[in-house]
């Protein structure tokens, strides 16, 4: 394990320094250790199943996870995949309330014509064609309903769009009652600059949901993607969520309903990240360095519209060491999973080489950190 990493962080006028303290979480990692049906996947965002998404030292809800490429099948007891493994876009998890214990997290696929493994959603939409796919991003619960966002790709893993997945109260994985919207939250590549997706990461500084000074907005966050990835921010009233011609991009100086004006806040960062809004009334950006990199960075800006110009690297993952086609990616914060006074992080880690897959089981999960502070 490589040495524990500090990050110290100016403070608001008045207040006295931050200081940051990053820790390896283990009991977070073995909690996706699997020899058996779901054995790896990436993505993992987090839902609280009651809205609430303070910090509060134990689960007071059941979690929705959210991954996207997900291997199932079997694990061989020398740590290689068993024959007859399949690989799937997208699958959920549901663990209940309480600490992390791998006997309660359940993990849920959808099943084919033919009772073959598949994703959990798969496109619906009047635009999908043969083979699309979904990539899930963020989602949140609000209303007594869950909502996912999904990225949507041709089998060229071209992004044809983003779907919004609306789940009525009282549906359970796999969700049969799901229902797919297409919505306006991505741009092709245009005049020299790369394409916008939303959201890369949901951010609701409400007080149904717990932030420690709610403005009754949800922040969403996306991405330009540029060589260097940029954040870009929107923002929608809690109430109008589903309605989305309330949706306002922020363009560096107002809130505006067009997409395409949406201007750069941090740059150099990952396509999934998270914002998170601290008990001091700041907002830390968490993301992995420049997309695929050992680098977890952390920024702390006094707005949801940031700026973040500065960013410290407060932990290095070892996972890539040693092997030039390993690489983490997509690090993020989960504040309902974390305790009072630390916020748990997660990273991903593939590789290059599709085969390492099927010779070490070990290696496509997700990883886990505490930021700490004080």
Known sequence: MLPVLLLAVAAPQGSSGLHWETVPAPEWDALFDRESGWTGGDGIYSIPLDGT?????????????LFSDTFLG????????????R???NTVGLAPPGPPDPSALHFFWGFDAQGEPQAVFVPEVPSAGPGDFYWLKDGIHLNGRTWIFAARFSPQIRRQGVTRIEIPAGDLPPFPNAVQVE?????????????VVFPSCLMPN??????????GYVYAYGTREDPSKKLLVARVAEADFEDMSAWRFWDGAAWVPDLAA????????SNENSVTPLPDGRFLLVFQRDSLSPRVEAAVADAPTGPWPETRTIYWAPEALGDPDVYPYNAKTHPHLSRPGELLISYNVNTLDFLDHFADA????PRFLKLRFR
């Not at 998404?53 to 996870?65: E, I, K, M, Q, V």
């Not at 949406?262 to 960062?269: C, D, E, G, S």
């Not at 070990?362 to 999960?365: H, K, N």
Request: glycine share 10%.
């Open 53 to 65: 998404d303070a910090p509060a030292g134990f689960r007071r809800t059941s979690t929705l996870f």
């Open 74 to 85: 079997d694990v061989n007891p020398d740590g290689t995949r068993a024959p007859g493994t």
């Open 87 to 89: 690989l799937v876009n």
């Open 183 to 195: 919505v306006p939250l991505a741009l092709p590549p245009a005049n020299g600059l790369g394409a």
């Open 206 to 215: 409400t007080a149904s949901a717990g932030a420690p000074f709610p403005d």
């Open 262 to 269: 949406a201007a750069p806040v941090a740059q150099r960062l």
């Open 362 to 365: 070990d290696l496509y999960r």
